[in-house]
T-cell receptor
Framework: GAGVSQSPRYKVAKRGQDVALRCDPI?????LFWYQQALGQGPEFLTY????????KSGLPSDRFFAERPEGSVSTLKIQRTQQEDSAVYLC??????????????FGEGSWLTVV | GDSVTQMEGPVTLSEEAFLTINCTYT??????LFWYVQYPGEGLQLLLK?????DKGSNKGFEATYRKETTSFHLEKGSVQVSDSAVYFC????????????FGQGTRLTINP
């Protein structure tokens, strides 16, 4: 597709349930990012991939959060044993190369997770 | 660590009014600066950017100038339209540091006809 695609757009999970959020980046984009955006706040960095390598996972809030990008394209963010504080919009973003300032980072529309 | 501070919202203006949304930053290096916009029901879109001191980014009538001496990147528009109603985020990326955008908390803008 033309943009970053995320699914599902909306997910309601019961507390304790595992969830998986999918991201299809723009074709050919080397860099992929996951962000978490709580209601009324700016996005907070979770993790970064360059191709299939996860180069930075410093923003993952706990070991219940896991991300992968096994073939260097599609990525999945998995949250185990969801808690109410995990309720947020999860944003995926991609960019063409790993040059840090010169390339535009494109965002998907997000996956809205509500834990009840 | 690096951080971005934006003016508190929400901001409500009448159509054709002048807009300023303040943004200041803290960074150890020389960051690149960005404004992103989030329209209702849509994803974040890059509005404009500036990569070095005194650069001016501009797009869709919006402008922002990278001011190193005041560590600021204020967003301005001379005459706003109802269609500019959205949430605006100031952000930075440190080219010498981690490969990640650091965002402000966002400013919700509503333009009334």
């Amino acid at each position: 597709g033309a943009g970053v695609s995320q699914s599902p757009r909306y997910k309601v999970a019961k507390r304790g349930q595992d969830v998986a959020l999918r991201c299809d980046p723009i074709s050919g984009h080397v860099s992929l990012f996951w962000y978490q955006q709580a209601l009324g706040q700016g996005p907070e960095f979770l993790t970064y991939f360059q191709n299939e390598a996860q180069l930075d996972k410093s923003g993952l809030p706990s070991d219940r959060f896991f991300a992968e990008r096994p073939e260097g394209s599609v990525s999945t963010l998995k949250i185990q044993r969801t808690q109410q504080e995990d309720s947020a919009v999860y944003l995926c973003a991609s960019s063409f190369s790993d040059r840090r300032s010169g390339n535009t980072i494109y965002f998907g529309e997000g996956s809205w997770l509500t834990v009840v | 660590g690096d951080s971005v501070t934006q003016m508190e919202g929400p901001v409500t203006l009448s159509e054709e009014a002048f807009l300023t949304i303040n943004c200041t930053y803290t960074a150890t290096g020389y960051p690149s600066l960005f404004w992103y916009v989030q329209y209702p029901g849509e994803g974040l879109q890059l509005l404009l950017k500036a990569t070095k001191a005194d650069d001016k980014g501009s797009n869709k009538g919006f402008e922002a100038t990278y001011r190193k001496e005041t560590t600021s990147f204020h967003l301005e528009k001379g005459s706003v339209q109802v269609s500019d109603s959205a949430v605006y985020f100031c952000a930075l990326i440190d080219p010498q540091g981690a490969q990640k955008l650091v965002f402000g908390q966002g400013t919700r803008l509503t333009i009334n006809p």
